[in-house]
Every structure is written in C-alpha cells, then in structure tokens.
C-alpha cells in the first residue's frame, strides 16, 4: 500500500468524493424518501450490525427496501425479487439507491468509499484466518469483489477478490473500482461475472 496515499491520502478523498456525491444525489435520495413512506409502513433507514476494520462493530444504514416484517438474517444475499422485497425496494436495490445512506458511515469513518464490503458477525464463523486479514483495511461502500460479479460469486471467491484488494490499495487500483461500479449500477452485476479485475504487482 502506498504510504501516502494509505497515511491520510485516502481518508481525504473519501471525504471529499462524498460530499460531492451527497450535493449531487440529494434530489435522488429525496425521491427514494418519498417513494419508500408511500408504499410500504415502516422506518426510511435500515441498520444492521456490521464487521468494521479490525473486527469493531458498527451501525451500517441503508435505505428500507424490504416490508418491515421481523425476518431472520441470513447469510445467503437477497437476489432481484425475493420475497419480502418491495416493487419500489427492488428498484432502490438494482441501482444501489438503498446503499447511499452508507455515504454518512464514510464521514464517519465507519466505511471508505473503496474496501472489503462489511459482512454481518454471523459470516465469520465461515472464514479462515486468512480470510479474516481483510478486516485489516476499513470496509468498503464498494469494493473488488462488487465490480467483478459480486452477488453471483460464491463468498469464497468473493474473499479472494478481498485479499487481492487489500495487497495493492493504491489510488489508482480505487479509482478503476469507482468507475467500474457506475458501470455497474447502469448495467448490472451479472455483465461482470465473466469479467472480472485482478490486481497483480
């Protein structure tokens, strides 16, 4: 990892490139508010206890794209139109809509725009120590694994695209992850299954 970039440099641009997301999508986000209280009874934000940087515990927020039923969480992702899904929720969760909250776990520091996605303490029981060293680097609000097939990978190989990551963070490798996830959300996950992005030295 460069140490410029790792000692503060990326912690600056995570600050700077969320403000600006948060001017430029707030019309969007209002939306996505009004949309969500009109069909369905429940709390705006969804939060669930997530696997933070060195195993500390945080609040991760998203926007409620479920029914507010009590369910069980699992292990297994939620894929399109799973039941408990809502009309207006599987359209906030095919463009990434629900996950723009999470903009606020990155001021905080509680994510970095670019990481090891947050997996619930559950999914831990599953990994290998080696699997664990991504908890190494702070999560991230995208990361490796989401640009290169994400939902459709098995965990282990999405694992792998983690410790890949974490072994060549550097500006450049973030910026290829920023801009293949607006790819993403405008075309879709499944596109990058076979295409997906190794960083060798």
């Not at 069980?72 to 139109?81: D, F």
Request: aromatic fraction near 8%.
């Amino acid at each position: 990892m460069s140490s410029i970039y790792s000692n503060g440099g990326k912690r600056f641009l995570d600050v700077c490139i969320s403000c600006i997301v948060i001017l430029i999508l707030l019309p969007i986000l209002l939306l996505a508010v009004i949309g969500i209280k009109l069909e369905s009874k429940g709390p705006i934000l969804y939060k669930q206890k997530r696997v933070g940087k060195d195993f500390t515990p945080f609040q991760i927020l998203k926007l409620r794209s479920m029914t507010n039923e009590p369910r069980e969480v699992g292990k297994s992702p939620i894929i399109g139109k799973s039941q408990g899904v809502t009309v207006f929720g599987y359209y906030l969760r095919r463009f990434k809509i629900d996950e723009l909250p999470q903009i606020i776990n990155v001021l905080k520091g509680d994510l970095s725009l670019v990481g090891p996605r947050p997996s619930i303490f559950e999914q831990l029981e599953d990994m290998t120590p080696e699997e664990k060293t991504r908890y190494s680097v702070r999560p991230g609000l995208t990361g490796l694994a989401q640009v290169s097939g994400n939902i459709y990978l098995p965990w282990k190989e999405r694992y792998k695209k983690d410790l890949n990551y974490i072994e060549h963070v550097s500006f450049k490798n973030d910026m290829i992850i920023l801009l293949r996830t607006i790819m993403v959300i405008i075309i879709g996950e499944r596109r990058f299954v076979n295409r997906p992005i190794t960083f060798k030295k």
